[in-house]
Structure formats: C-alpha cells, structure tokens
C-alpha cells in the first residue's frame, strides 16, 4: 500500500463526488483526511489503531469479500458506514480489482463531517437505511424507524433526549393550527440539525421530539443546549405575514441502560423536562 499523503497534498479531488456538495473543500476535516494507493490486487491493510474506518474510492474499483459474498465498489461508494458509525471490527477483506485510490475517514473525521454537511449526513441515512431496513437513522423525524415504545432501547442507545414545545397551545389558542404546524417543523428542523445519523428520532403524537441518542449524558446535555439554541432562532409567520413569539422549549434527558423499555425511557426524560420546567429551567436530567 503506497500512501499518497493527506487530501489536501495529493492530486486528486472528490469534488465531483457528489458527496461533500456543501462543504468548502479547505475545510480541515475534509482537507486533512488521508489518501492511499493500491495497486490492482493488494489488500487494504488494517488501521494501525484497529479502528474501523469509513473507505470512499476516488479513483478504481474496489472488492470487499467475507468470504461468502463479494461485492465490487465503483468511485464514490461508501464502503464501511455501519462498522465505523456502530465501532465494530470487520472480517471482511478490501482489495483493489483496478489500480485504486482511497480516502480513508475514521470516526471522530465522519463526525466533524457530519457537522459541516447536512447533505453528506444525508447519504449516510441512505446507506444505513438500506443496511438495516426499517431503521430511521435521525434524518427524518417520521417515527416509522423507531422502535416500537414497547420495544427493549436498541443497543447503540445510551441516552433518550425529549423535546416540548412549551408555547404550543398558547399559540395553537391565539394563532391557530398552521401556525402550531410550522412550529413543530421549525422545531424539527432545528432537532434535525442537532444530531447526528445514527441518532434515533421521532415526533410522539402528543408534539414531544424524542432522540435515542448514540452518547452519554454529557453528550445529551451538549445536544440539548445545542438544539435550544437553534429553535430560539426559529421563526414563525402567523397570518398577514407577522412573525409569531419565538418556540419555547424545554429538553429532558435521561440515561437509559436501565430501563426496561424504551417507552420507560422517555417516560424518564419526560419527568425530566417536567421537573425542569417547573423549576424554570430549560433542561432537565442528570448533568442540567
């Protein structure tokens, strides 16, 4: 394996992709991450650190086998995405069938990545979602992907984060269901921005954001605060045009390894935005 250097120094450029649109291609995360070279039939050696990594042919044709099933990857194919964002090993081998070139993303770059672009997330959704059929991934806040409130928490979730919008029959009562309407999707747009793509999420039908988050609780608090600044700036247009108070939010988290269900975690998250918001406060949990 001949290594060509980071991105930034190598020849080559994934800005036809069509997977970093919407990320400046100085941008470091994307700048800095690795190229290596293979020659038609070498294998792709292990990271050093053993951890998985993401792999993106730029150039050539790869072939990942497990020794049952081989499957061919063309230029621009997300190779590995549920192994690095899940932090499992892989038995499988990645070998060049033409010369290749590779960019190679671990999971605190995949991260940073999933930060500065809303559309890379977005393919990454796609490409879990046909790994794990079923499976909304928090791109989308339609509730089909998430488990049944009945269900055991899915494994890769530590803590559920719950979201009420504080001012909704306020503003259900003065300004009408429209009105409500686009601010629960002011809401979930601001949610939608806040987390990342293996984060569980869904709207309850009593109005209430609930995210399994893939995190612990100083990352839900971080989530938390992040996701209340972001709906403060939302604004809201009632009728005539005039721009409606600004959404009211108070978040809830809680750890959820010990709950028996997922429905007795967000019940936990929910006290906590109740107990929280009777105190004045905008987040409720363990590390608020």
Known sequence: MRHASLLQWSPYSVGDLGLFDDIDPSAQALSEAPVVSLSAGETLEPSRSGEPLLIIPIQGTLVVSNGEITASFERGALVGVSEVLLGMASAASVSADTDAVLLLIDRNRLDQLVELSAHFSHVLAKVL????????????????????????????????????????????????????????????????????????????????????????????????????????????????????????????????????????????????ALQASRAGATVGGALA
Do not use: W, Y
């Open 129 to 272: 979602l046909g790994s794990h059929p079923g499976r909304e991934v928090g791109l989308e806040l339609a509730g089909a992907g998430c488990p049944s409130l009945d269900d055991d928490v899915p494994a890769h979730v530590e803590c559920v984060v719950l979201v009420r919008l504080i001012n909704r029959e306020a503003m259900q009562l003065c300004h009408g269901h429209v009105a409500v309407r686009h601010a629960m999707e002011g809401l979930e747009s601001a949610v939608r921005q806040s987390i990342r793509p293996l984060d569980l999420c869904v709207t309850l039908p009593t109005g209430e954001c609930v995210i399994g988050l893939d995190g612990d609780m100083l990352a839900a608090s971080i989530v938390a605060n992040r996701l209340i600044s972001r709906a403060s700036r939302v604004v809201v247009f009632g009728d005539m045009h005039i721009p409606l108070p600004h959404l009211q939010v108070v978040v809830g988290i809680a750890p959820s390894k010990q709950a028996a269900t997922f429905r007795e975690a967000v019940n936990h998250a929910r006290d906590s």
